[in-house]
Protein backbone atom coordinates (compact mmCIF):
# COMPACT_ATOMS: atom_id res chain seq x y z
CA UNK A 1 0.00 0.00 0.00
CA UNK A 2 1.17 3.15 -1.21
CA UNK A 3 1.43 6.51 2.06
CA UNK A 4 0.29 9.59 0.77
CA UNK A 5 2.91 12.62 1.74
CA UNK A 6 1.35 13.61 4.88
CA UNK A 7 1.20 10.60 6.49
CA UNK A 8 4.08 9.16 9.45
CA UNK A 9 6.02 5.87 9.19
CA UNK A 10 4.17 4.02 11.93
CA UNK A 11 6.32 4.78 15.30
CA UNK A 12 7.26 7.99 14.35
CA UNK A 13 7.06 11.09 15.53
CA UNK A 14 6.74 14.35 13.85
CA UNK A 15 6.61 17.43 15.05
CA UNK A 16 2.97 18.93 15.98
CA UNK A 17 1.97 22.29 16.77
CA UNK A 18 -0.15 20.33 19.53
CA UNK A 19 1.70 20.58 22.60
CA UNK A 20 3.69 23.80 21.86
CA UNK A 21 0.38 25.90 21.05
CA UNK A 22 -0.91 24.99 24.20
CA UNK A 23 1.82 25.30 26.74
CA UNK A 24 1.29 29.14 24.84
CA UNK A 25 -2.19 29.55 25.43
CA UNK A 26 -1.53 28.31 28.98
CA UNK A 27 0.93 30.57 29.66
CA UNK A 28 -0.97 33.55 27.68
CA UNK A 29 -3.78 32.74 30.45
CA UNK A 30 -1.83 32.89 32.90
CA UNK A 31 -0.52 36.03 32.42
CA UNK A 32 -4.01 37.50 31.51
CA UNK A 33 -5.44 36.45 34.61
CA UNK A 34 -2.47 38.59 36.43
CA UNK A 35 -3.71 41.92 34.70
CA UNK A 36 -5.89 44.30 36.38
CA UNK A 37 -9.05 45.43 34.39
CA UNK A 38 -7.55 49.01 33.10
CA UNK A 39 -4.81 46.88 31.01
CA UNK A 40 -7.31 44.41 29.92
CA UNK A 41 -8.94 47.15 28.29
CA UNK A 42 -5.75 48.79 27.23
CA UNK A 43 -4.87 45.56 24.98
CA UNK A 44 -8.35 44.91 24.27
CA UNK A 45 -8.31 48.42 22.33
CA UNK A 46 -4.73 47.91 21.08
CA UNK A 47 -6.11 45.16 19.65
CA UNK A 48 -9.07 46.79 17.76
CA UNK A 49 -6.62 49.11 16.50
CA UNK A 50 -4.64 46.57 15.00
CA UNK A 51 -7.84 45.33 13.57
CA UNK A 52 -9.14 48.51 11.85
CA UNK A 53 -5.92 49.36 10.68
CA UNK A 54 -5.55 46.31 9.06
CA UNK A 55 -8.84 46.48 7.25
CA UNK A 56 -7.68 49.96 6.17
CA UNK A 57 -4.60 49.17 5.10
CA UNK A 58 -6.64 46.61 2.68
CA UNK A 59 -8.68 48.86 1.46
CA UNK A 60 -6.04 51.20 0.74
CA UNK A 61 -4.31 48.64 -1.46
CA UNK A 62 -7.50 47.72 -3.55
CA UNK A 63 -8.09 51.47 -3.88
CA UNK A 64 -4.80 51.20 -5.24
CA UNK A 65 -5.34 48.60 -7.46
CA UNK A 66 -8.40 50.05 -8.87
CA UNK A 67 -6.57 53.32 -9.67
CA UNK A 68 -4.07 51.39 -11.64
CA UNK A 69 -6.81 49.90 -13.78
CA UNK A 70 -8.30 52.45 -14.57
CA UNK A 71 -5.10 54.18 -15.14
CA UNK A 72 -4.15 51.34 -17.94
CA UNK A 73 -7.87 51.39 -19.28
CA UNK A 74 -7.89 55.16 -20.12
CA UNK A 75 -4.19 54.34 -21.91
CA UNK A 76 -5.37 51.58 -23.97
CA UNK A 77 -8.51 53.78 -25.23
CA UNK A 78 -6.42 56.43 -26.40
Do not use: F, N, S
Not at 43 to 60: G, N, Q, T
Request: charged share 45%; with cysteine.
Amino acid sequence: MKKKMHEKPEGQMGMEHGMGMKKRWVEMKMMWDKLDDDAKKQYMLRRLDEKIMKKECKAKLIQHKVETLRMLKTQLER
